[in-house]
């Protein structure tokens, strides 16, 4: 990885009392633009790492240099108006409104208060957040938009790093899941280099684009891609703090339009009653799907195919299972499952691209 925007560099931090340090020798290279999230069991130092990069916590020796500087080379409060800090207590001040509470580095840098008011609209507009909401106070917003100031905050004075300490794990998990993929469509839109802690590796997973595994004593134990992690873990450490669902988290990963789909038991409105039962033949089916056009109708039993009529001419019942190109295959899995079928229709909700069978998805539980 050639001239990454963070690099970390045999870095060791003891605290004083501990015979163990809290961090030992650790380097690692984080590409401009990319998510890292670092994982681990508790004592594994992630947090302390994050610390290190802004200097919250002085490491006790080796290197890090954010855009090729080194951290050391300035004041800690300068580097730190530089980088973006988003902690799960969230942190804002809880009597200063939601205004004040964003533009508080740029307010430090100097800006004028028109450039701050029109900074903190542009952020409430991006996190999505009602814009009437920055004259109120922390205390009249929910978890998960207070948690979205506070990404806000860290993003007022447009940093090109941003470091996140489990910032979502204080709200529950649906609102998680939304913060989740709001960080991701932020993180398309802006390609800020982004140090993710957190402690759920299914989280580490859905948001890394690199994910560091850290073992007791800050030792790393692997970094690698989610889809290289989870097809070939590098010792038996990782593959425990993996757990016995790495399969189904692999499925996560892969995409329904990732897999060559089959055209499946299905003919168009005009097919005769012969060529539908041909059709089903063919897939060793009971059951054939019409379309009209490019768009699916329906299924009917081969049993209720009329000779002389065509396939369109029949009754059809709607399909249990619908799922979209883009979906992941764990949403194709349990979507057949909830069913109780064995076969779902991929469809956009115009055009028809095929049929994902249950045994295509457990193929790629077993590769």
Known sequence: MSDPMIRLDDVTKSFPGT????????????????IVTLVGPSGCGKTTTLKMINRIIEPTS????????????????????????????IGLLPHKTIEDNVTTVPRLLG??????????????ELMDLDQSMLSRYPSELSGGQRQRVGVARALAADP????????????????????????????????KTIVFVTHDIDEAIALGDRVAILNVGGHLAQYATPTELLSNPADDFVVDFL??????????????????????PVVAANA????????????????????????????????????????????????????????SLRTALDAIVSSRNNVAVVSDGQSYHGMLFVEQVTAELLA
């Open 19 to 34: 015979s163990e340090p809290a961090v030992d020798g650790l380097s690692l290279p984080i590409a401009a633009g990319e």
């Open 62 to 89: 080796g290197t890090i240099t954010v855009d090729g500087e080194d951290v050391r080379s300035r004041p800690a409060h300068e580097l730190r108006r530089g980088i973006g800090y988003v902690i799960q207590q």
């Open 111 to 124: 800006w004028d208060d028109q450039r701050q008011s029109d900074r903190a609209h542009e952020l409430m």
């Open 160 to 191: 090109p790093v941003l470091l996140m300490d489990e910032p979502f794990g204080a709200v529950d998990p649906i609102v998680r899941r939304r913060l989740q993929e709001q960080l991701l469509g932020l993180q398309e839109e802006l390609g």
């Open 243 to 264: 757990g016995d669902e790495r399969a189904l988290r692999r499925l996560s990963l892969l995409h329904v339009a990732d897999l060559e789909l089959a055209e499946g």
């Open 272 to 327: 005769s009653a012969a060529d539908a039962r041909a059709a089903a033949d063919d897939y060793d089916a009971n059951w054939v799907g019409v379309t009209d056009d490019e768009r699916l109708r329906g299924w009917l039993w081969t049993s209720e195919l009329v000779d002389g009529k065509s396939a369109g001419d029949h009754d059809t019942r709607d399909f249990r299972v619908w799922i979209r190109p883009e979906d």
